[in-house]
């Protein structure tokens, strides 16, 4: 038969190769860490994977912040690219409690933020949220990770950090067609930011320092609940507090490439 494996490794160059080996017998197979583990030893805070009604790696969706009603079957006509999406219409989104998992940067105030995303266009508002822990724009503390209608420019930043964008017709940027899932990599690292497009990097520049985030982190609006809502799918969404190489980004990607 077929699986779909995640694993934890040490560390990863393109040099790395991974070897699987099996048997018949349990008892002669080593024990592998609990499936949490695997991403929690990888520097990964949190991971969506939306397989399910909630998130696998994190528990603490608050009902009173949720809004709308997410689904976790994609769309017919949009079928998500690795198993279950996360489907937001309506103003819908999700909200998650103060947590460190989305509070915490990491050494030398470095993070990396990664999803699957497919937007639909002619609905999408301006600088739509796809990960945001900032009530506001205004707010100083937190970040945002967002998409401007339609689809032509992805920005990282906040209100005190010089945003980041990569616009239509940088790179290898041209923006994409609403049918189109799309994995995006923002990477921020002690004031250097990068913005990556499946696997390969997109565009760079100086930002200012990141400050710790404090409030609840939404997925598919603003900081506070109320406005810049994302419409379409969201899928493999993940928060690691720490830089992610070129290498670990664009073989973030192939995995789900080829698994699609």
Request: glycine share 8%; with cysteine; net charge negative.
């Amino acid at each position: 038969g077929e699986s779909l494996v995640w694993v934890s490794v040490p560390s990863f160059s393109s040099s790395t190769t991974i070897t699987m080996h099996w048997a018949s017998d349990a008892d002669s197979v080593e024990d592998s860490p609990d499936a949490r583990e695997v991403w929690t030893r990888a520097g990964y805070n949190a991971v969506w994977h939306f397989s399910g009604s909630n998130a696998e790696s994190v528990t603490n969706l608050v009902p009173s912040a949720t809004r709308g009603t997410p689904t976790y079957d994609g769309n017919a006509s949009y079928p998500g690219p690795l198993g279950k999406t996360l489907w937001l219409a309506n103003n819908s989104a999700l909200g998650y409690d103060v947590d460190p998992a989305w509070t915490t940067l990491g050494a030398n105030a470095s993070l990396t933020i990664s999803c699957l995303a497919r937007p639909v266009t002619a609905s999408l508002g301006n600088y739509a949220r796809m990960v945001c822990c900032q009530t506001s724009w205004e707010v100083k503390h937190g970040y945002t990770f967002a998409v401007h209608n339609p689809a032509s420019k992805i920005t990282l930043g906040s209100s005190d950090s010089s945003e980041l964008a990569l616009n239509s017709g940088t790179g290898n940027w041209s923006g994409w067609p609403s049918t189109d899932w799309v994995h995006l990599t923002a990477r921020y690292d002690n004031t250097a930011g990068a913005i990556f497009k499946d696997g390969q990097q997109a565009a760079s520049d100086a930002i200012k320092t990141l400050i710790t985030p404090q409030g609840v982190l939404y997925l598919g609006a603003n900081g506070d609940g109320n406005q810049r809502f994302w419409v379409g799918g969201l899928d493999e969404i993940r928060i690691r507090a720490a830089a992610s190489s070129d290498d670990w980004v664009a073989a973030e990607y192939a995995t789900m490439a080829t698994a699609n």
